[in-house]
């Protein structure tokens, strides 16, 4: 293709509005155009990466056996009203009603849809396993959409659905998937982590996320150098301290710390780590009648040392907090602790609670806490001599560089990543609620076994970005540049044998398979070399008279600093090895 015929439109600035590096870079080298807040345009070379990528991805769908469909962006609600989750679902799901005030949503997932196209077609255990899968844009109504592609409102997403007769089955199916997201994303050439990860609103009990490693990811990764062991931060497990509790030696003491409402503070007056202080936090559940009126209330207090943070996907599968919790109000608070907030702890309360400390706290000793009185703290505080056990001890916070790796093969550490793709497992959740069954070799109806799994698209493009860049612009590997090698003549429009020779190339190119792009714009030098590193092209012939006098091109890979002299008569089989390896 010759650039003339193509669309290159580059911006020297970018938007005010453009946080990270993939905004950025994405809008000065003309890939997306915002049409509104995380809706945008893909512009032509920013839609042939997305297209490069879902050629990948189907390839390798149909090759793990899954059968590819197209669903309706727009849905209607009665489908989303059987699962519950037209209700329960926040206002990410956008609903809309037709001219006859009919209730539908604009899709940000399909289970609802496959489930009910399993319903009505797959009808016997012959028919099994089947896996469905659809590349199709998706709609989440984000409160803050930001960061270009990487958190959107409109995406496009491939979403696969697998369906089997057991437990069994339903597994290996999910272990296909699995297998064949790891050629996926070996074959995008980028540096990715798949973690074990919380299931959250799709459900499932066995979940795994694809993470494109980047500093600026929104979300850390936990790994342990020396095993293959890695979760994301709301999976990952914090293990109980080995040994027993040390037996209580300073005396409980009420200590004066005027002012000092945070653990920080109190450790720095007093002198001692931060380690050796509880930081209390205060919950509320709440039952409700058939009538969404509050019936009763119940206060939590959970305890947690002092430089560690509350996971609060841990903490919501408690029993008695698995129903949904909030933070209890400042009215609550006064209510049970007879104090304001920075000064709480779990000695000396008005009414009771109920106890929640982490696996850390539970074996500690002359810990520090709020004295339930302003101003005040209490210091050498024992459990059993001090206060009761706990109600429950449980592992309720994020874990922390340095900690013990659950599989015992080391101490963990913690790095960035950008989501791109996730697997679940899904069980009955949506076949039962929707009563999708089947015959079963018994003759007698049972409900589907099923898997779901995602792939980001139009974010993968973003945090290959992320991950490829330096001060020039983009560096996107072989598999998902928008064009694989870019001819740069110098006075094309001058020389003829310039202009034989690069047209030469590229048809030699092209015949040969390669995604080729001849730049004939007559653009000078500098101009042209500036576009293509912006947008990344990763393998750059440039020709100029002064050179074929002497039988040669100039090569230069984009994370080259110089180039490199090449026979014109090699360069063309020089480059189908580089793209080849």
Known sequence: MKASQFFVSTFKEAPSDAEVVSHRLMMRAGMIKKLGAGIYTYMPMGLRVIRKVEQIVREEMNRAGAVELTMPVVQPAELWQETGRFDKMGPELLRIKDRHERDFVVQPTSEEVVTDIARQELRSYKQLPKNFYQIQTKFRDERRPRFGLMRGREFIMKDAYSFDRDRDSAQASYQVMAAAYRRIFDRFGLTYRAVAADSGAIGGDLSEEFQVIAATGEDAIVYCPNSDYAANMEKAEALAPAGPRPAAVSPLTKTPTPGKATCADVAELLGVPLSTTVKSLVLATDEINERDEIVKSTVWLLLLRGDHDMNEVKVGKLPGLDMGFRFATLAE??????????????????????????????????????????????????????LPEPDLVA????????????????????????????????????????NATFLDTDGKPKPFEMGCYGIGVTRLPAAAIEQNHDERGIIWPDAIAPFSVVICPIGMDRSDAVKQAAEQLHDELAAAGVDVLLDDRGERPGAMFADWELIGVPHRVTIGDKGLKDGVVEYQ???????????????????QGRLKA
């Open 333 to 386: 608070i006064e209510d049970h602790f007879g104090c304001k907030p920075g000064y709480l702890g779990p000695l000396n309360l008005k009414k009771p609670v109920q106890v929640v400390a982490d696996r850390e706290v539970a074996v500690m000793a002359e810990w520090i806490c709020g004295a339930n009185d302003v101003d005040f703290h209490m210091t050498g505080v024992n459990w059993g001599r001090d």
């Open 395 to 434: 592992d309720i916070r994020n874990v922390v560089a340095g900690d013990a790796s659950p599989d015992g093969k080391g101490v963990l550490a913690i790095e960035r990543g950008i989501e791109v793709g996730h697997v679940f497992y899904l069980g009955t959740k949506y076949s039962q609620a929707m």
């Open 557 to 575: 890979h984009r994370r080259d600093t110089e180039a490199t002299k090449v026979a014109l008569a090699d360069i063309a089989a020089l480059i």
